[in-house]
């Protein structure tokens, strides 16, 4: 059985930093797209970060752009999203996501696998 598992929010400063992880298992991430997207209360989900299937490419949110940076390591079947210089606004729940489609960006209807989300709260 599959899982994608996120890890790494919480309660930080504005202007502080987190790394969240999303690892899966039961499912190749090598062989997936993977993108991090997130949803405020109140809000529609927003595509944050996407990494191409040989991390090669990615793209990310213009509310994010200098601020965060995904990666990934394969051997650890993992994809990383390093945020810094976080904002209140980046207050949310954040949702891994993989496609094995690997051209597909921020679209969220084309990815076919979701973790569970784990809460970002940025606050002073």
């Known amino acids: 059985q599959w899982q994608l598992v996120e890890s790494g929010g919480g309660l930080v400063q504005p202007g502080g930093s987190l790394r969240l992880s999303c690892a899966a298992s039961?499912?190749?991430?090598?062989?997936?797209?993977v993108a991090w997207f997130r949803q405020a209360p109140g809000k529609e989900r927003e595509g944050v970060s996407y990494?191409?299937?040989?991390?090669?490419?990615?793209n990310y949110a213009d509310s994010v752009k200098g601020r965060f940076t995904i990666s990934r390591q394969d051997v650890k079947q993992t994809v990383y999203l390093q945020m810094n210089s976080l904002k209140p606004e980046d207050t949310a729940v954040y949702y891994c996501?993989?496609?094995?489609?690997?051209?597909?960006?921020?679209?969220?209807?084309?990815?076919?696998?979701w973790g569970q989300g784990t809460q970002v709260t940025v606050s002073s």
């Open positions: 996501a993989a496609s094995y489609s690997d051209s597909v960006g921020l679209r969220s209807s084309e990815y076919d696998y």
């Open positions: 990494i191409s299937t040989a991390g090669d490419r990615t």
């Open positions: 039961g499912l190749p991430l090598d062989y997936y797209a």
